[in-house]
Every structure is written in C-alpha cells, then in structure tokens.
C-alpha cells in the first residue's frame, strides 16, 4: 500500500483536472494556453479518452459519468468553464464549475478554493514536465503524449448545502493503464463557507465513521454487491479522504482513489451509506437542515 500512496501523491500533484462535452471537429495545431489564464467555452476536440474507458484487454467504465446530477436546477448561479492545453508531450482538458459571483457575492470563496487549491495549473504542468524528463533519461526513448482529463458532478442536499465531485483521468506515459482519483468540495452557499468533515460529524475522531464505512464494504462484499478482491479502507487512507463525500438523495457517498478500497482493474471508488446509519454521530443541526 505504501507504494500506491507514492503513486498518488505524485498523481493528484499533477492531475486536478476536468473535461467537458466533446466535439466532432479535428484539430492539427498545438493549442497552448498561459499558466495564469482561464480559457471559457474553447472549441477544441476532446480526446478519445473523455469516454473514461481503459482500453486494452479489460474494459473498465466509469459509472459515474452516468450518475444523473443537479446540474439543471443550479444553472441559474452555477456555470461550466473550460481550460485545455495541448503541446508535443502532454495534454490536459477539462472543466470546472464556477458560481456566479453577480449573483452572491460570498461565491467568490469557492471559486477560488478551486483555481487556487484544486487547479494548481502550473504545478501540474511542472510535475508532468519533470516527470517525463526522469523517464526519458531512465528509459532513453521517445515519451508518448500523457493525458490529463476529467470532468465534475454537482448534487444540491438542500438550498444551503452543494456537493461537488471532480472525478479525474490520469494517462501516464510509463504505464499502460489508467488511473483514477476524485476529490469534492462541500459549499455553504449562503454563508459562503468550505465545508469539511469537521463540519458535520460531532467528533474529531474518524474512527466510527470509518468504522461504519468498513462494515458496509464488508458487508457489500459478504452480499456479492462488491468485488470480493475489494478491502477495508485503512485508517491512514481514510484521513487523507475523509474530505472527499458528498451528499446525495439522503446518502453520504464517499469516493476513494484507484487502489485504496478496491483494485485499480475492478473500478469500484465509492461506498453510498444512508445519512441514517451517520446520525449518531452527525452534529444536531446538521440532523435538523438534512431531515434525517
């Protein structure tokens, strides 16, 4: 496990990305954007790879990118912008929510979590650069282009609280797989406040929480609704995700990185619990805003 926990702490340094609807039209020549600049709406070709399909001899599909959203009850204050950038040795595509700020201003706070602290533009351009340039040294041969590319969910709990997924593609150029990571971001659109785990679980300890998550899974697996080659998540692994959840229909689903509950070839990253089995230890007016 150490040496999957090295692989994606290199990954999520250098893959915080998203992709948006594909388009039919070709395109031969490089498109090259500046670190600091956001590109809104660019029509540009997405690569093959926007399907989040592994090719090769398995076949591993993304459930998610199915997964019906609210993405039409939030468009009043809620858009999606573009960013994509494409040289001779890398590409990455993809886009990101952004709120409105003319519609409220306390928005502003999540737009900047997430180009400030999710984006990280120049870090990912720079980690894939010296990543490659280690590779071609160790290897001597010819890098194919590495993909990065991903898109987003968004899921309304309630007028207050909004849940947003980014699920992310990572094609790098010494494997022949694909790997998956996922992070959220829990907003408090009326107080303009970043929600964590902190901020709706009564109790600084992750322990019963990953407890209760652990006995689903284990249960999942017992009842064959999961991979039998699936796993507890372990302590360790659940503080560096315990953040990445979001709230849907009455459940709390959290996401976990390729290898952390489930083995990279299975594509099983979340565990979907009833917000029911958290309210022990779920804060009173949490209880009371979500109705459980």
């Known amino acids: 496990m150490k040496n999957t926990k090295i692989i994606f702490s290199i990954l999520f340094g250098s893959a915080v990305i998203f992709s948006c609807k594909p388009n039919s039209e070709k395109k031969d020549e490089v498109n090259s954007v500046m670190h600091d600049s956001i590109v809104h709406d660019v029509d540009t070709p997405m690569m093959e790879t926007d399907s989040l399909y592994l090719k090769g001899n398995e076949l591993k599909v993304i459930p998610i990118k199915e997964v019906k959203d609210d993405a039409l009850v939030v468009q009043k204050y809620l858009e999606s912008r573009r960013f994509r950038k494409e040289t001779e040795t890398y590409i990455i595509d993809f886009c990101y929510p952004y709120l409105k700020e003319d519609?409220?201003?306390?928005?502003?706070?999540?737009?900047?979590?997430?180009?400030?602290?999710?984006?990280?533009?120049?870090?990912?351009?720079?980690?894939?650069?010296?990543?490659?340039?280690?590779?071609?040294?160790?290897?001597?041969?010819?890098?194919?282009?590495?993909?990065?590319?991903?898109?987003?969910?968004?899921?309304?709990?309630?007028?207050?609280?909004?849940?947003?997924?980014?699920?992310?593609?990572?094609?790098y150029?010494?494997?022949?797989?694909?790997?998956?990571?996922?992070?959220?971001?829990?907003?408090?659109?009326?107080?303009?406040?970043?929600?964590?785990?902190?901020?709706?679980?009564?109790?600084?300890?992750?322990?019963?929480a990953l407890d209760i998550i652990n006995m689903e899974?284990?249960?999942?697996?017992?009842?064959?609704?999961?991979?039998?080659?699936?796993?507890?998540?372990?302590?360790?692994?659940?503080?560096?995700?315990?953040?990445?959840?979001?709230?849907?229909?009455?459940?709390?689903i959290f996401y976990f990185n390729d290898c952390v509950m489930c083995p990279a070839f299975v594509g099983t990253y979340e565990i979907e619990i009833p917000l029911e089995r958290f309210k022990p230890i779920l804060k009173k007016e949490i209880i009371e805003e979500l109705g459980v």
């Not at 659109?189 to 929600?195: D, E, W």
């Open 103 to 171: 519609v409220n201003p306390k928005f502003k706070l999540f737009n900047e979590y997430v180009k400030n602290d999710l984006l990280k533009l120049p870090e990912i351009e720079r980690n894939i650069i010296e990543s490659q340039e280690l590779l071609c040294d160790t290897l001597n041969v010819k890098l194919t282009n590495e993909h990065r590319v991903a898109d987003y969910k968004v899921f309304l709990q309630n007028e207050k609280e909004l849940s947003v997924l980014f699920y992310l593609e990572n094609h």
């Open 173 to 208: 150029t010494h494997t022949k797989s694909t790997y998956y990571t996922f992070k959220t971001v829990n907003f408090d659109m009326v107080n303009g406040k970043l929600l964590n785990f902190e901020d709706f679980f009564d109790t600084d300890d992750t322990q019963e």
């Open 217 to 252: 899974i284990s249960t999942s697996i017992r009842n064959g609704d999961m991979f039998y080659e699936c796993f507890t998540v372990s302590k360790e692994d659940f503080e560096n995700a315990k953040n990445d959840f979001v709230f849907k229909d009455n459940s709390i």
